[in-house]
């Protein structure tokens, strides 16, 4: 299976192989920490690589919720001021104006 060279190689302790059956096993013994088996709850034991990899995940989310948060509360505020025939387009600005035109640099 294996060319004779590799085995010799191994046999003189140059490299290792080592036969996993799945994911987690191959973490362990690349990295030598537990990858950690799932919890009822869903959670994993403190230390372990998959309860590393899972806070991770999870403030990854957060911060997309929050970098996501002002476009849907702008999308939000335009259903509501479309349901109530108003616009927030601009200050004095109602259904069907347009907002006033201000030269270059004006505020």
């Known amino acids: 299976m294996l060319?004779?060279?590799v085995?010799?190689?191994v046999r003189q302790g140059k490299f290792?192989?080592?036969a996993v059956?799945?994911?987690d096993?191959?973490?362990e013994v690349?990295?030598?920490?537990?990858?950690?088996?799932r919890r009822k709850d869903g959670s994993y034991p403190a230390g372990s690589i998959n309860h590393l990899v899972q806070?991770?995940?999870?403030?990854m989310a957060a911060r997309m919720r929050q970098f996501a948060a002002p476009a849907e509360e702008k999308k939000k505020k335009q259903q509501r001021d479309k349901a109530a025939g108003t616009t927030s387009l601009a200050p004095g600005a109602g259904p069907g104006q347009k907002p006033p035109v201000r030269p270059w640099g004006a505020s």
Do not use: D, F, M
Request: charge should be negative; glycine fraction near 10%.
């Open 21 to 23: 059956e799945n994911v």
């Open 30 to 37: 690349l990295t030598g920490v537990p990858a950690g088996k």
């Open 3 to 5: 060319r004779e060279e």
């Open 25 to 27: 096993q191959g973490i």
């Open 7 to 9: 085995v010799s190689e």
């Open 16 to 18: 290792h192989i080592y």
């Open 55 to 59: 806070k991770q995940l999870l403030e």
